[in-house]
């Protein structure tokens, strides 16, 4: 089992930014993929960013590149998500997925770990 707490979330301007952090506990954190999703009010889970394991690959969508930053620190058991620029329509609960293998993955079927989730939200 591996236990996922977000963090950081909370109420920011629109331009402004935030870091969000989530900690994992449980089995060995560096053998997982993580990844970040959100959740808008009547909106589908989407997909915001991936880091793999083992050599630190990352990838977002389209629509997140060149705003959003995913990283990780192994020693720290930690996951990160770095938001810039945001935007009201980044409004939404943030959630951290973990799943074990190599690469990324971009569908929420595919993670087996969620945390409880974060909210941001970005006002005009």
């Known amino acids: 089992q591996v236990q996922l707490v977000e963090s950081g979330g909370g109420l920011v301007q629109a331009g402004g930014s935030l870091r969000l952090s989530c900690a994992a506990s449980g089995r060995t954190f560096s053998n997982y993929v993580m990844g970040w999703f959100r959740q808008a009010p009547g909106k589908k889970r989407e997909f915001v960013a991936a880091?793999?394991?083992?050599?630190?690959?990352?990838y977002y969508p389209d629509s997140m590149k060149g705003r959003f930053t995913i990283s990780r620190d192994n020693a720290k058991n930690t996951v990160y998500l770095q938001m810039n620029i945001l935007k009201p329509e980044d409004t939404a609960v943030y959630y951290c997925?973990?799943?074990?293998?190599?690469?990324?993955?971009?569908?929420?079927?595919?993670?087996?770990?969620w945390g409880q989730g974060t909210q941001v939200t970005v006002s005009s």
């Open positions: 997925a973990a799943r074990s293998g190599y690469g990324y993955y971009t569908t929420e079927n595919e993670y087996d770990y």
């Open positions: 880091v793999s394991w083992d050599v630190g690959h990352t």
